[in-house]
């Protein structure tokens, strides 16, 4: 069992994904500032467990604070949502835990400061353990579309890591391999990050699942040589016409799965989908450090002073995608349609 990041009765506990694969090393956040900074440092990172992380901070802020009115506490909140939406712009599960715990705080409103600091606790818990339901729903419809046998090829790291546990498209994988489809997993290594290579392959072999790793260029041959017989990722954030947003080279990975007919599956919980955001034009991409690129564990890799790009995630269009896998059911196109049906639906359900 990985434990990603937990709360603990001192703190919020991160396993410290930077020092991944070669050390397994845990960090305590204290104050909602730390938790902060290991989001934007990437102690913590992949789009369901940013959003977990970021509850748990929240929750964290306002437990330790020395607040003695509603009112002082209410500006105290506002901060800590305010410090934690500036962390990353792209994964909209960031977003959608805020404001849940936003809309759990206001309905507290009345209550002793007291219950309401347990309240949140709970609130940010409850997340967690809702994230681990969901990716083993996810996994369960998902697994009906892994091959009996053969090649799967994920891009990034959606897994146990990226999540509060399971994974997203790592778990449809988990879940067929424990249904006993004999799966090879090929995870491209994922530059400049390489959340792939340090992550994913790490995860899957402590599973015992069977893995190669290949260098982000080497996807289309494989494609081509027949060794891929699906494709599947995670999301950093879905539009409502079905765009997706992902980390870079996603994109690059399902055009060449069309070119060689290979189905482009994207796993991710109900959290990832944004309605509000009409197409993947409008996703704000994250621009990261032009060291990550230029360097690769402190060596440089390219002359000093040349110009860079380093945008975290890209936008794969929706046409490219061969179906969406959620908690609540597998989705096809027309998106538009399929994904605000699944909302309705389920809204009516739970009401
Ligand atoms: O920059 P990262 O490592 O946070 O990016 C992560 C990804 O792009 C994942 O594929 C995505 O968040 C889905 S994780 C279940």
Redesign the pocket.
């Known amino acids: 069992m990985i434990h990603t990041l937990e709360w603990t009765d001192s703190g919020v506990r991160f396993i410290d994904q930077t020092k991944l694969p070669t050390e397994e090393t845990y960090v305590t956040c204290k104050t909602y500032e730390q938790v902060a900074d290991a989001i934007r440092n990437?102690v913590v990172?992949?789009?369901?467990a940013?959003g977990v992380a970021a509850a748990m901070g929240i929750a964290l802020g306002v437990k330790t604070s020395k607040a003695d009115s509603g009112a002082e506490l209410k500006l105290e909140f506002d901060r800590m949502c305010d410090a934690m939406a500036k962390t990353r712009p792209t994964?909209v599960n960031l977003f959608w835990a805020i404001r849940r715990m936003q809309d759990k705080f206001e309905y507290l409103r009345t209550r002793p400061i007291v219950q309401t600091k347990q309240a949140l606790v709970e609130e940010a818990q409850r997340m967690h353990a809702e994230d681990i339901a969901a990716n083993q729903a996810m996994g369960r419809h998902g697994a009906t579309l892994m091959p009996a046998q053969g090649g799967v090829l994920t891009h990034?790291?959606?897994g146990a890591l990226?999540?509060c546990g399971y994974?997203?498209?790592l778990g449809v994988i988990r879940a067929a391999v424990e249904q006993g489809k004999r799966i090879h997993v090929y995870a491209d290594e994922t530059r400049p990050?390489l959340?792939g290579s340090r992550l994913t392959a790490w995860e899957l072999m402590k599973d015992g699942i069977p893995t190669t790793v290949i260098s982000d260029n080497m996807a289309g041959a494989m494609m081509k040589q027949g060794k891929i017989g699906v494709i599947v990722?995670?999301?950093?954030r879905i539009a409502a016409n079905g765009d997706v947003a992902?980390?870079i080279g996603t994109y690059t990975v399902a055009v060449l799965a069309k070119e060689n007919g290979i189905p482009f599956y994207v796993a991710a919980p109900f959290s990832t989908i944004d309605l509000e955001t009409a197409d993947g034009s409008k996703i704000p991409i994250e621009q990261r450090n032009p060291r990550e690129v230029t360097h690769i564990a402190g060596k440089a890799m390219a002359p000093e002073g040349v110009q860079v790009e380093n945008p975290?995630?890209d936008v794969t269009p929706a046409k490219y995608v061969a179906a969406i896998i959620t908690e609540r059911g597998i989705t096809r196109a027309p998106y538009e349609d399929s994904l605000r049906k699944l909302a309705e639906a389920t809204a009516t359900v739970s009401r």
Do not use: E, L, Y
């Not at 990722?233 to 950093?236: E, K, T």
């Open positions: 990437m990172r992949g789009a369901p940013i994964a990034c790291n959606a990226a999540t994974g997203t498209a990050f959340q990722v995670g999301a950093d992902n980390k975290a995630f």
